[in-house]
């Protein structure tokens, strides 16, 4: 009888699962993930620089700090979800407003240095709509607008299957709202930005007289008068620059991430009883508002990750 030897007697080892790799980089924060192909987040870290001060170098070390996440996986790629504009194609993230060290910087040759795998870079708005469609509220539907609240403002938009705005292309958070507002950071007056962030909120609250504890949840928590009368301007201004993607796209479901979280019942109402009052026209889906069940700003995560799959 021939013997078989006993390697030749196992079956082959299943292939390993696949793995994705996903990077946020905003204003003062890098996050890196790994993730599976169903969107659950296996490993994460960040860091965080000085967005005003930082060099390119400290740009590199922040991101050297984070890289490390993915040693050990074997991902399929990495996305990268940017904040400012991005040119995708490069691999460059051309200009953040608030971040003079990011102007130029070639963020894609950087990590896959890092790393040793193959990066994509898009602008976070156009990312942060790819997670929900791939593993968010979206999925199934053919239209619908992702939103972020917070220090990082903007909002995505899949109309009839496809992300609208070009590669690298806005969030919306320099739409004008107001003619006469406040100057931007990019210059301009009156954007939504300055209005619907948290810089707006916490100055809005210190004016109010209402302390030092100004964050969202802090208002909210409050239940008096005041503190509910700054939460429900927040709240509009937030859907100033929603009522524009209504009258334009009427994507009938926006799914709001980030701060917005925090708002609560009455927050999420206020935002969705302004949008059903601007539905122009007979037949329109009514809009509806959902709060994204991820952790706060995995959105971006989840898009990075949606990045990788659509180009597998």
Same mark, same amino acid.
Request: proline fraction near 2%.
């Given at each position: 009888m021939r013997l078989v030897p006993e390697a030749a007697q196992r079956p082959p080892a299943p292939p390993a699962p696949r793995r994705l790799g996903a990077v946020e980089l905003v204003p003062g924060r890098i996050g890196a993930a790994v993730?599976?192909?169903? %969107?659950?987040? !296996?490993?994460?870290?960040?860091?965080?620089?000085?967005?005003?001060?930082?060099?390119?170098?400290?740009?590199?070390?922040? !991101?050297?700090?984070?890289? /490390?996440?993915?040693?050990?996986?074997?991902?399929? +790629?990495? +996305?990268?979800?940017?904040a400012g504009l991005v040119d995708p194609l490069a691999g460059l993230i051309l200009e953040v407003n608030d971040v003079p060290a990011l102007h130029g910087y070639p963020v894609t040759e950087r990590l896959a240095?890092?790393?040793?795998?193959?990066?994509?870079?898009?602008? @976070?708005?156009?990312?942060?709509?790819? %997670?929900d469609r791939w593993f968010g509220? /979206?999925?199934?539907?053919?239209?619908?607008?992702?939103?972020?609240t917070g220090e990082v403002l903007g909002v995505g938009v899949l109309y009839d299957g496809e992300v609208l705005a070009p590669p690298g292309g806005r969030s919306g958070a320099h739409m004008?709202?107001?003619?006469? /507002?406040?100057?931007?950071?990019?210059?301009? @007056?009156g954007c939504w930005k300055t209005l619907a962030t948290t810089g707006w909120l916490r100055a809005r609250a210190h004016a109010a007289g209402l +302390?030092?504890?100004?964050?969202?949840?802090? !208002?909210? @928590?409050?239940?008096?008068?005041?503190? %509910?009368q700054v939460v429900e301007e927040y709240a509009h201004n937030l859907a100033l620059g929603l009522v524009?993607?209504?009258?334009?796209?009427?994507? +009938?479901?926006?799914?709001?991430?980030?701060e917005a979280r925090e708002g609560g019942e009455r927050f999420r109402t206020v935002v969705e009883e302004r949008l059903r009052d601007a539905v122009a026209f007979a037949g329109a889906e009514l809009p509806r508002v959902l709060v994204g069940a991820a952790a706060v700003d995995d959105v971006a995560l989840l898009g990075g990750a949606g990045l990788v799959l659509s180009h597998l």
């Open positions: 993730l599976s192909t169903a %969107g659950q987040v !296996l490993d994460r870290t960040e860091s965080r620089y000085d967005a005003a001060g930082a060099t390119p170098a400290d740009i590199d070390r922040a !991101l050297a700090q984070v890289a /490390g996440v993915f040693a050990g996986h074997e991902v399929q +790629g990495i +996305g990268v979800a940017a240095a890092l790393t040793g795998t193959g990066v994509r870079v898009e602008h @976070r708005a156009r990312l942060q709509v790819l %997670g509220a /979206g999925r199934g539907r053919r239209t619908f607008a992702s939103v972020s004008t709202v107001s003619a006469s /507002g406040e100057r931007c950071t990019c210059g301009n @007056r +302390g030092e504890e100004t964050s969202l949840a802090a !208002l909210v @928590r409050r239940d008096d008068a005041l503190a %509910g524009n993607v209504q009258q334009l796209f009427a994507p +009938g479901l926006f799914i709001l991430h980030g």
